[in-house]
């Protein structure tokens, strides 16, 4: 009987060892609740470790009572704080963040772009580049532009400035080289070699033929795809090459575009030629001009003076005066002489007296010719009629003058002229070419490709830029 008040007092603590257990066990399960119902995780502060004392309360003793209390206790601690603890630890498997499924989607957005805009367009070039794609030949010319006589000092304004001055050749390369492209060459070849016609044929791929219905504009603007240009400004080389869709046609158009491009060199030339002469004619021909009135005012005086010379008369005139004057003093001596001799009413001296009065009217008649009283049949005076006679001269003289100083500088214009003549030196010329080395293949795919990753990844940032902007 001794054992009953043991027993009687074990029996209430496990009973209350039971009760803290449930408790422990309502809040576990109320925090599991709380978490959305996860597994429980093992913990070594769990009310687990109360299981032994519970299978040994019935060898406990009344001695051990307050002990039980305290294990009871302790116990009830450890599962408020278990329970605390699995509220705020995560346990078990979490619900999923709705933040990974957006990111998955755009995972699967950026993929589909890339490929979309990038893989397929490399696809589908490739794809055109290596099986549609139309073989091209191409064939040209290389020359420069020369001068019959180069200048000795190299041109300082074009190798410093970059700017082609008006004696040089590099204006010239220049025209030379927009011409190869320009409408005038584009329809000068169209009429010989019927050129939309080659570029339209049914068997070129549909990306290089040309609509031959198009208007010519637009053929203007499809030429520059079928011939490149280059010019070199250190050499002054200028090369061009023209392609066509097989070889004949190649270089059958390389030598009409070499050809075109002579003619418009010695156009160029002539017409430098005619500038550079112009003046030098136009002066000749205006000196002519007055020589020629020069000379028919003179000739106009001569018909209406009826002399063709007034100087050489007036100098006879003066001549004839000096003769007539020396006659009539010699006479008067010997008149002079012949009174002292013979009488007054001799025959001899009233003759030579007759004479000298003969001789006298002789005398003043010519002197009054001479002096301007007489009058000639224009109503002027011989004086006049000689000055106008001799500014007429005078006329002539500069007019003559002028006129070969004018027809020196037109030959002088003409050699430079001829000396600055262009022409064209071509040192490489049109060959029939044997393999097509256009399009390229490799490198237009491969371009396509770095194209087209570039505008996705533009595209891709701009789009994350605003993503992130909206946010």
């Not at 959305?36 to 470790?49: L, R």
């Not at 005038?184 to 016609?197: G, M, P």
Request: no cysteine; aromatic share 6%.
């Amino acid at each position: 009987m001794a054992t009953k008040p043991g027993l009687s007092s074990v029996t209430p603590a496990t009973s209350h060892k039971g009760d803290a257990a449930k408790s422990a066990d309502a809040e576990t399960s109320d925090a599991d609740k709380t978490n959305g119902g996860a597994a429980p995780v093992s913990d070594p502060a769990t009310p687990s470790d109360t299981t032994p004392a519970t299978a040994k309360a019935p060898d406990a003793t009344p001695e051990t009572a307050p002990a039980d209390d305290a294990a009871k206790l302790a116990a009830k601690k450890a599962a408020e704080a278990a329970a605390a603890a699995a509220a705020t630890k995560p346990r078990g498997v979490q619900p999923k963040p709705r933040k990974v499924g957006r990111q998955r989607k755009r995972k699967w957005a950026t993929i589909f772009s890339f490929f979309l805009l990038v893989v397929v367009p490399t696809v589908l070039g490739g794809l055109y580049y290596g099986m549609v794609a139309t073989d091209r030949y191409a064939t040209g010319a290389s020359f420069v532009v020369r001068k019959l006589e180069q200048s000795a000092a190299p041109d300082m304004l074009s190798s410093v400035t970059g700017f082609a001055s008006s004696n040089s050749t590099t204006s010239d390369s220049y025209v030379i080289r927009n011409f190869l492209i320009s409408p005038d060459l584009l329809r000068r070849l169209d009429e010989e070699l019927d050129l939309r016609e080659v570029y339209s044929a049914p068997d070129v791929d549909p990306l290089s033929r040309f609509n031959a219905s198009r208007p010519f504009e637009d053929f203007v603007k499809y030429w520059p795809r079928r011939m490149k240009t280059s010019y070199d400004n250190t050499t002054g080389i200028v090369t061009f090459e023209v392609q066509a869709y097989d070889p004949e046609t190649a270089v059958t158009l390389a030598d009409t575009v070499l050809a075109a491009t002579e003619q418009l060199v010695n156009a160029l030339s002539e017409a430098a030629r005619r500038d550079a002469v112009k003046f030098a004619t136009s002066e000749v021909e205006r000196a002519e001009e007055a020589l020629r009135q020069v000379q028919a005012d003179l000739r106009e005086f001569r018909s209406v003076s009826g002399s063709i010379d007034l100087t050489t008369n007036a100098r006879l005139d003066a001549e004839l005066v000096a003769g007539l004057e020396e006659r009539l003093t010699e006479l008067k001596t010997r008149i002079a002489v012949l009174a002292q001799q013979v009488s007054p009413d001799a025959p001899s001296l009233k003759q030579m007296r007759t004479e000298a009065s003969a001789l006298e009217a002789e005398l003043v008649a010519r002197r009054a010719a001479v002096g301007g009283t007489n009058t000639s049949g224009d109503g002027s005076s011989t004086a006049e009629a000689l000055a106008n006679y001799e500014a007429l001269q005078l006329e002539q003289t500069f007019a003559q003058q002028r006129f070969a100083s004018a027809l020196a500088s037109l030959e002088s214009a003409r050699i430079d002229a001829d000396r600055q003549q262009r022409y064209l030196a071509v040192f490489s010329r049109p060959a029939l070419p044997e393999d097509a080395i256009y399009p390229l293949r490799v490198r237009d795919t491969f371009l396509i490709a770095i194209s087209a990753f570039l505008i996705w990844a533009v595209g891709s940032l701009l789009v994350a830029s605003v993503r992130d902007h909206m946010r």
